[in-house]
């Protein structure tokens, strides 16, 4: 404990206590597993990028159907490769942490949902995000008919001012009235 | 500039820039197969735009937000306006030719940067979301406290998210500059405003909003930077001791805070088995382990209480606890003999007072301990539940629809639980779709059969739970008869104790499995019915046996044994102990077997599930017998904690073992406050009665326990306020007892206070209800009204091919429009848009100032006739509205009145205009063309609505007559300008 926070720094700890909704214990405990991603070399680099493929080997991460879009989402790379910074992981824990308000659960799940990052979710959205949590091969997808009628319904349910997508308020609208998603919504390292 | 102007003056500008973006998605989506139907619903409905959609906007009192900041200015602002929508809007396919070209032939970088970054204009929903949030402010002051409370970051965001803009445009062409400066400077003052605003904030409100910015972590670095830098420059202007000194206090007090939360979190108990248990079954299991876990904690309070302030003094009152029985086993299962010596049991407590540095009455500590964690014990729990009915029952969604089987995804499970939950959930999905498909199906002798089911089984329930309390009503009796009321029992006397907590505990195990049995004949429309009846059903039984028990207790055992309270207090130590043990056997028997048998012999039967109901119910009634006895039996908690305790690891390793996650899922928010409620309102109050009437009505023991020689245990207050009146000051104790505790007239009037404020917020929350109905309404009819306007636009796109070829084509490709090459047009339209905008804004304040004169509205065709009486002065859109339209009116009117007859909806004239615009034509016959249609749209309105006899409210069309006049005159100049040129 005393190496980790020597490393940190108690300045940029309180820092990461205060921009994020973790404590001090889930910051040194992300610090300490982000650290075992890094190799050697990269463990003296400040700032230092891993990447996606090193980031999804973490177990909370590793069979999470919407890991790659986790990654994509709380990247800030330029290259758009989905590699976090460690303050990107903070971020991306501190959005799954318990304390995080609904606010900014419902945001990031929208923009996980968001597939093709267009600001709404419409059918190819909620298709990709259907398929997703059924399972992609073609035996555990719903047939196209069933699809249809699915994204049917769930346009119906939550698209309030007929569009034909569903955007943020509306999407938060619709998690506002399902309890079980802020309890769900939570990766916990 | 003062601030609130100016932000709001930003919020319109947003409002700007997101109408006109919002659609852009849809206009992509709508060529996919899917999407067709959703995209046309709303304008294909000809009655929509004279209903109620603007009257309702009107009145709204979001209705200020819609008023264009650039209206005022006039041309002036004009060519900012511009260049700002062309820039902003890289989706708008079909009708908005765009210099997309520009974008698309470089790298793509701008529709890239705008559709990833967290800021992006992309982002309006934000927007849309918080002026919903306004709204609902305004109205609802307390309600829908979800959205109150994320209110303020909500506003920040809109504010903050042109931040990122300002990378974005870093890579754009020149013919951009303009629009790159407008929005840069449109961002600074955004950063600015959300500096100021922050800075003005308590230091902990500001670490919560920038906490709450859903930007990513340099981002909010950044701002925090610049909020401390600002605030540090102000206060070296004004330095003051005290708000340095309230400074540091706050910071002290705020690491403080931090300390505790952490320490709390390490203190935690089971945390990484709870993470196990989460990653592997899910929530819905999990809430039975955090169930547990909070029982055991108020366990642990209650022994706690109970031990410090009952136990502690009578162990230093008395040290030579009578001993003269010897120890022989069999107690430690059913709590007699020994035990009944020790501090256990009510009947081994003194009467006495210890006299020390502060007298200690012992009859006072033991009645007001009990009262106070009685009290608490309550309170803690009507918190409990309230917030999370507000939270779960309230807010929640009635129907069980396809977004609720999404949104209960699990992220925290991991690897073989994914598998599995991804195969339930498509059961599910599948399964919903077939239940919305079938279910009007049911044919009246189904419905007959299926009720006689119901019927039968609810019968059949009843009387089993009647005749098991009947049985050991006469069990219990029969166990009176042959007991005597002697100090000590032989050995098989006191053995044959255990016969009734044990028929009793094999009940609980044995009726629950015919309960589940019986549900699985019944035909359930939803399974959460199903899981209601069954609840409902098991509560039913377990209440009735520990009614049967506590009258038992209350009308025999309390007459006929010396010591009662004691014998009591055995039982409920035997009923407690026993329950424990089929507890463990049940698991064992429950889920170990039924999982050999599912692995082994049947495996059509399957791995067992983990039966998140029956378990939590069994629990909440082990905690009600331990709430029961509290009074009996001080120490009970005690027992409780170690029962709960092992209860959580042989629950855990059973499940891990033996059980499989449940295969229905969600909803497990609301069956915890399903349980909660269910702890609270049977259960404990029942237990709580039950301690009340004893202390209030029955007669203590006359030789033992601390109340002997006393009435009723109650009369200890009355002694002890008598005692008081000798104490000179304490004359307010008396006078509050007797004023207020002892008097009917003040329950009378409270009773009666609280039944008046029932009453209003009853009647505030039925208000409120009917303005979220017409909140929902309004949302409906904005979005009806954006497609309209849009589809307004398309057609008079298409009726234009000569001008415009290249889109005529491009709206017909299945392909994304951003492929294709609009840039011959797309300025021109993104103007038309804006000046739609403008012309609807006018309109509109046309209609307020008409509103504010107390003129009603005229029905359009007045308009035509009366357009001297508008002020000419006021807009210019609705007078070129009025202009177009006398025009239109004069040369087709013969047309009109021969067509009039025979057309069905205003669709079918404008597909009659559409084929008539195909031979090139002039801009103004087009024009012409369409608004004969719509004319003619509001014509049948009017005499439909004729028809049904409903009023036709003079100004309902009025409005939005007025506003598709005038985007159709603007539309109109739009075109000849283009002509000009």
């Known amino acids: 404990m005393g190496t980790t926070a020597s490393q940190l720094g108690k300045e940029l700890l309180s820092e990461y206590q205060e921009l994020t909704f973790l404590t001090k214990q889930e910051i040194l405990l992300a610090h300490k597993r982000f650290t075992e991603l890094l190799t050697r070399e990269e463990k003296d680099i400040p700032n230092v990028r891993v990447p996606m493929e090193r980031i999804l080997t973490l177990p909370e991460l590793k069979s999470n159907p919407f890991r790659k879009r986790i990654c994509y989402v709380f990247s800030t790379s330029e290259h758009k490769d989905g590699s976090l910074t460690f303050e990107d992981f903070l971020d991306l824990l501190s959005a799954f942490s318990d304390s995080a308000t609904m606010e900014i659960k419902s945001h990031y799940a929208f923009r996980i949902f968001d597939f093709d990052d267009d600001g709404t979710l419409d059918s190819d959205d909620l298709q990709k995000l259907v398929n997703c949590l059924t399972g992609e091969t073609d035996d555990t997808q719903l047939t196209f008919e069933e699809m249809k009628q699915l994204i049917s319904n769930i346009l119906e349910e939550s698209d309030i001012d007929k569009d034909g997508t569903v955007n943020l308020s509306e999407f938060q609208h619709v998690i506002s009235r399902s309890p079980d998603f802020v309890s769900s919504f939570k990766i916990v390292l | ?981």
């Open chain 2, 1 to 981: 500039m003062d601030v609130p102007s100016c932000v709001q003056q930003q919020q319109q500008t947003e409002e700007v820039w997101t109408a006109l973006l919002q659609d852009s998605p849809q206009q992509q989506g709508n060529l996919s197969a899917l999407m067709s139907t959703f995209s046309n619903q709303g304008f294909l409905n000809p009655a929509y735009h004279d209903s109620e959609t603007l009257e309702l906007d009107k009145r709204s009192p979001s209705r200020s937000r819609h008023t264009n900041p650039y209206a005022g200015g006039g041309s002036r602002v004009q060519p900012d306006v511009y260049p700002t929508e062309s820039s902003l809007d890289p989706g708008r396919g079909p009708w908005g030719g765009l210099p997309r070209q520009s974008w698309d032939g470089g790298h793509g970088i701008p529709m890239d940067l705008l559709s990833t970054h967290p800021g992006n204009p992309a982002w309006r929903p934000d927007h849309n979301h918080s002026s919903f949030q306004i709204t609902t402010e305004a109205h609802y002051q307390q309600s829908l406290s979800i959205q109150m409370t994320s209110l303020p970051s909500g506003n920040m965001t809109i504010r903050w998210r042109g931040h990122t803009m300002r990378r974005m445009f870093q890579n754009t062409d020149p013919n951009l500059q303009l629009a790159e400066n407008a929005i840069m400077a449109q961002v600074e003052n955004e950063e600015i405003h959300l500096v100021r605003e922050l800075v003005d904030m308590s230091t902990r409100d500001r670490i919560r909003a920038i906490r709450d910015l859903p930007l990513s972590f340099q981002e909010k670095k950044h701002i925090r930077s610049q909020v401390l830098s600002f605030m540090s420059s102000k206060k070296s202007r004004h330095f003051t001791c005290l708000g340095d000194c309230s400074e540091h206090v706050s910071r002290s007090f705020r690491r403080c805070g931090s300390n505790v939360r952490s320490a709390r979190q390490t203190l935690e108990l089971w945390q990484g088995t709870m993470k196990e248990i989460g990653g592997k079954f899910g929530t819905s299991v999990l809430s039975y382990f955090v169930f547990l876990k909070w029982l055991l904690m108020f366990n642990i309070f209650s022994f706690l209480v109970n031990f410090g302030f009952i136990t502690i003094p009578q162990l230093v009152l008395d040290h030579s606890p009578n001993t003269n029985i010897s120890f022989r086993g069999l107690e430690i299962l059913t709590g007699a003999g020994y035990f009944n010596y020790t501090v256990m049991y009510y009947g081994s407590y003194s009467n006495h007072t210890l006299f020390g540095a502060v007298n200690y009455e012992m009859q006072l500590g033991y009645f007001l301990t009990i009262a106070v964690y009685m009290v608490l014990c309550g309170i803690a729990l009507i918190f409990s539940m309230a917030s999370s009915f507000k939270s779960n029952y309230v807010l929640a969604d009635s129907s069980s629809g396809a977004w609720q089987l999404l949104c209960s995804w699990d992220f925290s499970i991991t690897e073989r639980a994914v598998r599995q939950r991804k195969n339930n959930l498509r059961i599910q999905l599948k399964e919903s779709l077939s239940e919305k498909a079938q279910r009007e199906q049911l044919t009246s002798s189904e419905k007959l059969q299926h009720f006689g089911i119901h019927l039968g089984s609810w019968l059949l329930s009843t009387s089993l739970t009647v005749g098991c309390g009947a049985s050991i009503y006469f069990l219990c009796s029969y166990e009176h008869q042959r007991m005597s009321d002697s100090s000590s029992w032989s050995l098989l006397q006191e053995a044959e104790t255990l016969l009734v907590p044990f028929v009793v505990s094999l009940m609980n195990m044995v009726v629950p499995l015919f309960f589940s049995l019986f549900s699985k004949f019944e035909h359930y429309s939803t399974q959460r019915r199903q899981i209601y009846a069954l609840v409902l059903r098991n509560v039913l039984f377990r209440m009735c046996i520990l009614g049967v028990l506590c009258y038992y207790w209350m009308n025999e055992v309390a007459i006929k044994y010396s010591c009662w309270e004691s014998v009591v207090g055995q039982a409920l130590y035997r009923l407690v102990l026993v329950d424990f043990i089929f507890l463990l056997l049940g698991s064992f028997f429950g889920e170990f077997l039924s999982n050999v048998v599912g692995t082994r012999l049947i495996p059509r039967l399957g791995v067992p599930e983990f039966d998140v109901a029956r378990n939590v119910l069994e629990i909440i009634y082990a905690q009600t017998l331990a709430w029961i006895g509290i009074y009996f039996s001080p120490l009970l908690p005690a027992i409780q904690i170690l029962k709960f305790f092992i209860l959580f690891y042989i629950k855990k390793v059973s499940l891990m073992q033996n059980c499989q996650p449940p295969r229905r899922t969600g909803r497990a928010a609301q069956m915890k406050t399903i349980f909660t409620a269910l702890l609270f309102f049977p259960f404990f109050l029942g237990a709580l009665a039950i301690v009340g009437y004893t202390t209030w009505s029955l007669r203590p023991s006359e030789h033992c326990g601390p109340f002997r020689g006393l009435n009723s245990t109650f009369s200890v207050v009355e002694e002890w306020i008598d005692d008081l009146r000798q104490i000179p000051g304490s004359s307010w104790v008396v006078f509050i007892y007797q004023k207020i505790i002892r008097s009917e007239v003040f329950y009378f009037l409270i009773s009666i206070i609280i039944l008046i404020i029932v009453y209003i917020f009853w009647q505030v929350s039925q208000g409120r209800k009917q303005l979220i109905v017409h909140l929902r309404q309004q949302i409906v009819n904005e979005g009806k009204d954006k497609s309209f306007l849009l589809e307004k636009l398309q057609n008079l796109q298409k009726s234009q091919p000569n001008q415009r070829p290249k889109q005529n084509n491009n709206r017909k490709s299945k392909t994304r429009p951003h492929a294709e090459d609009l840039s011959s047009s797309g300025s021109s339209n993104s103007n038309a848009m804006v000046q739609v905008l403008l012309a609807r804004q006018r309109a509109e304040e046309e209609e307020e100032r008409l509103r504010t004169r107390g003129l009603p509205d005229p029905p359009p065709h007045q308009h035509l006739y009366d357009t001297s009486d508008m002020p000419q002065s006021s807009s210019s859109a609705l007078a070129l509205a009025m202009q177009a339209r006398q025009r239109a009116e004069s040369q087709t009117r013969g047309e009109y009145y021969s067509r009039a007859g025979f057309t069905e909806n205003h669709v079918n004239y404008r597909h009659a205009a559409e084929e008539d615009v195909n031979s090139p034509t002039s801009v103004n016959s087009v024009m012409m063309q369409v608004m004969q249609a719509r004319q003619q749209a509001e014509e049948e309105e009017e005499e439909l609505k004729r028809m049904k006899r409903l009023p036709a409210a003079p100004q309902n069309p009025a409005p939005s007559s007025a506003l598709i006049q005038a985007m159709l005159a603007r539309q109109q100049a739009q075109n000849e300008y283009d002509d000009g040129y």
